[in-house]
């Protein structure tokens, strides 16, 4: 198989995603991918996860990992911004955690980045809340 891969013309995205057709995770499995990926990572009390999985509709388990890790990336610059102290959390050491809102930028910002059907109803639903 692999000389299919490598053949000349052959090799491109949109070849290899009509080649290997992955289906897409339930909301089951998408719950299990981002507590996977989070881990270690310290939630806010405002983060629900099953409103992240309804978020999720429609995401690869690569598209899940990548909200996940936006997700985590805002957390710290939001973090970064406390302690230089452009920020309004009072305590520093506890201020890196993942809030509500850097997960609903993260899941926007991979479905964008994965260019997923989701990404209409992502918007919509972060709209009306």
């Not at 995770?25 to 299990?32: F, Q, T, V, Y």
């Given at each position: 198989?692999?000389?299919?891969?490598?053949k000349?013309?052959?090799?491109?995205?949109s070849?290899?995603?009509?080649l290997?057709?992955?289906?897409l995770?339930?909301?089951?499995?998408?719950?299990?991918i981002?507590?996977?990926?989070?881990?270690?990572?310290?939630?806010l009390?405002?983060?629900?996860l099953?409103?992240?999985?309804?978020?999720t509709?429609?995401?690869?388990?690569d598209?899940?990992?990548?909200?996940?890790a936006?997700?985590g990336?805002?957390a710290?610059?939001d973090?970064?911004l406390?302690?230089?102290g452009?920020?309004?959390?009072?305590?520093?050491?506890?201020?890196?955690?993942?809030?509500?809102?850097?997960?609903e930028?993260a899941?926007v910002?991979?479905a964008?980045?994965h260019?997923?059907?989701?990404h209409?109803?992502?918007?919509?639903?972060?709209?009306?809340?």
């Open positions: 198989m692999r000389a299919v891969f490598t000349k013309g052959r090799v491109g995205d070849f290899h995603r009509d290997i057709d992955a289906p995770r339930d909301a089951e499995a998408r719950l299990e981002i507590i996977a990926h989070v881990r270690r990572t310290p939630l009390p405002d983060v629900q099953d409103e992240v999985v309804a978020w509709e429609g995401f690869s388990s598209a899940l990992m990548d909200a996940c936006i997700a990336e805002l710290l610059s973090c970064m406390t302690v230089k452009v920020g309004t959390k009072p305590h520093a050491a506890q201020a890196f955690a993942i809030s509500r809102r850097n997960f930028a899941v910002l991979a964008s980045a260019q997923r059907t989701a209409r109803k992502v918007v919509k639903h972060l709209v009306r809340v």
